[in-house]
């Protein structure tokens, strides 16, 4: 089941509220001595986490259907970029990363019970108990954690105004309702925060000779200028005007730090060819999420900041809120 993105939290009855991890969403499932992990796309998890396994096959109940998050705990709070470190080709390395890094799953939902019943028509409120009692069974499990939830709008704000690093924003949830899979049958608020970044650079869209994307930079703590991510939220009424300011800019070396590589491995369509600019331009940029100092996904273009000097647009912008107390304590 998927959640559909909205602006607000649902402020009427009848609503259950839940922190959003920052993590890889995981069905995981047992069948006898038979264990899988599965990612949303429905592609298999499992050979990348074998201490999940491992703990999963430990557990008392040798039939069940689990809806999670995979997390990997640092600092406090979670590390993305450990988790996307597990996907990797050699199995020697992943061993390594299993041992010295070991995931969690986060439980919030629970699809077949211990007796192999179908729970996918039951409403939330009872699955929700089943899961407690299922999670109960499982002793100590170090390895395994049960989701908080809140009923309470305030509290759910709370942890939606801290959503930062281990949070990714807070999903509602009908009390009664059935899991739907395949649907958005859950709201989700993610967190967004905004950046003043440069402009660095720019890219050509494809087979066209207008500005296709921004290449956004911020100044470290030595006053060099690090490629940050992209931005392409640009109108096609604006293409051609802006295209004439930024090639009157055009001069290398662009950025004097991390500078873009080439194609993305996700992307064969997207050029690995940039144009510098002189550092002259600065755009305020809308993100959800910051991974070993860089944007992980595209950004939202808000607008043109000429009122503010490139040299301000520092990484310092990008250091998150404080946790709440008792989500570093969940954590531990």
Known sequence: MEAKLVTDLPEDSGWEFEPKWDGFRCLAYRAGDEIDLRAKSGKPLKRYFPEVVAFLKKLEPKCFVLDGELVIPAGGTLAFEALQQRIHPAESRIKKLSSETPALLILFDMLLDTKGQSMLEVPLKQRRAALEGFFKSAGDA???????????????????????????????????GSYLPG??????VKHLRTADCVVGGFRYASESRYVGSLLLGLYDSEGRLDHVGFTA???HDERPALTKRLEALIAPPGFTGKAPGGPSRWSTERSGEWEPLKPKLVVEVRYDHVTDNRFRHGTKLVRFRPDKS????????????MLPRNIKLFLK
């Open 142 to 176: 170090k390895n395994l954690k049960l989701s908080p939830y809140t009923l309470d709008l305030r509290k759910a704000r709370d942890w939606l105004n801290h959503a930062s690093g281990a949070l990714d924003g807070v999903v509602a949830k009908r009390l009664d």
């Open 233 to 235: 939220t640009i109108t």
């Open 183 to 188: 649907e958005r049958a859950m709201l989700k």
């Open 310 to 321: 490139p040299k301000q647009c520092t990484f310092e912008q990008l250091e998150p809120p």
